[in-house]
């Protein structure tokens, strides 16, 4: 099949439920896109989706939003998946895999027969196994083939410390890493403050009880999740936000650091395994792989959350 040229202000979602469709909104709203396509195995919901949101183009500017097939992704610059089963209450992240599995492997040929040649945004749990389906399903090269990670998670951990120290969250920097689940890592030994190591900003806005208050935040951002579902069912709108913030990267080539769901290759002594992780974003997905320094618990804890997810993906039929 002959390749189809990108345009670069197309995008196309797979799934219009909870996330898929607030993530047609915050897109729509961004301007990013000029035209946006929604699949969903429920034609209808899709067109639903589509007519409600177009009903607020003439607040924003122009954008082509409407209900379609896997024919109308063939030029669009992202996929983004979010198709799949809900969490519930009291089900974890890899509780959803073998069901969301299930779901991809109708999903990802519909997307490689077409001899797609764009990006693949997996958001879907628990995503960093479902990254791995989707690459290992599609045949595309690994750098196209990403996922949301830890994009969420380390906005959480952002959020969390900037109420903590009273400051403001976009100057803090610090990583989730890991899985996107119950064994995600919060990278504390590369944590700053514009600049200021976390523990002696801390002191300065007078907390002296790291040990304590790190253990704190690192499962509240954990649980944030099981949280929010146990009060309203679902999680949408952050990491509706999020999945901008990842496109935004790519469409504007802006090469941001950001941790997402991606190959990792003989780093920490892990091989071959999809795990949250910084990279250099741009507009052809993975452009450099990041190795930030951890300490050596840290890599230890990295390294027990990808045995967890390669004993999940050992289970699993890829063929």
Not at 152 to 171: P, W
Request: glycine residues 8%; hydrophobic residues 40%; contains cysteine.
């Amino acid at each position: 099949m002959k390749d189809v040229a990108i345009n670069n202000r197309k995008v196309a979602i797979v799934g219009c439920g909870f996330v898929g469709s607030a993530t047609a909104f915050c897109l729509m709203q961004s301007g990013l896109f000029s035209e946006m396509v929604l699949i969903d195995a429920d034609h209808d919901r899709a067109e639903g989706e589509a007519l409600d949101i177009a009903h607020g183009i003439p607040f924003i500017g122009h954008v082509d939003i409407y209900a379609g097939n896997y024919d109308d992704i063939v030029d669009a610059a992202i996929v983004i998946i979010t198709a799949g089963a809900n969490q519930k209450p009291d089900e974890t992240r890899l509780d959803l895999v073998h069901k969301n599995v299930a779901i991809f492997k109708s999903i990802i040929p519909e997307i490689a027969g077409r001899n797609y040649q764009g990006i693949v945004l997996v958001v879907s749990n628990p995503v960093d196994i479902l990254t791995y389906v989707a690459y290992k399903l599609s045949g595309m090269p690994e750098e196209r083939v990403i996922g949301s990670g830890t994009v969420l998670d380390t906005a959480r951990l952002k959020y969390k410390l900037g109420e903590h120290l009273d400051v403001d969250s976009k100057s803090v920097h610090a990583f989730i890493i890991g899985e996107h689940g119950d064994s995600e890592i919060a990278a504390w030994s590369s944590a700053n403050v514009s600049g200021v190591p976390l523990n002696d900003f801390c002191e300065l806005r007078g907390h002296f009880q790291h040990e304590e208050s790190m253990e704190r935040i690192a499962e509240e951002v954990k649980n944030c999740a099981y949280e929010i579902i146990s009060k309203k069912r679902a999680t949408y709108y952050g990491i509706a936000m999020s999945v901008k913030r990842i496109c935004e990267a790519i469409v504007r080539n802006e090469r941001s650091i950001l941790p997402i769901s991606r190959m990792i290759h003989d780093e920490y002594g892990i091989e071959g395994m999809v795990l949250s992780m910084p990279a250099v974003l741009g507009e052809d997905g993975v452009q450099t792989r990041v190795s930030i320094a951890l300490n050596e618990e840290e890599q230890i804890k990295l390294k027990q959350s990808a045995d967890t997810l390669a004993a999940v993906i050992k289970e699993l039929d890829l063929n």
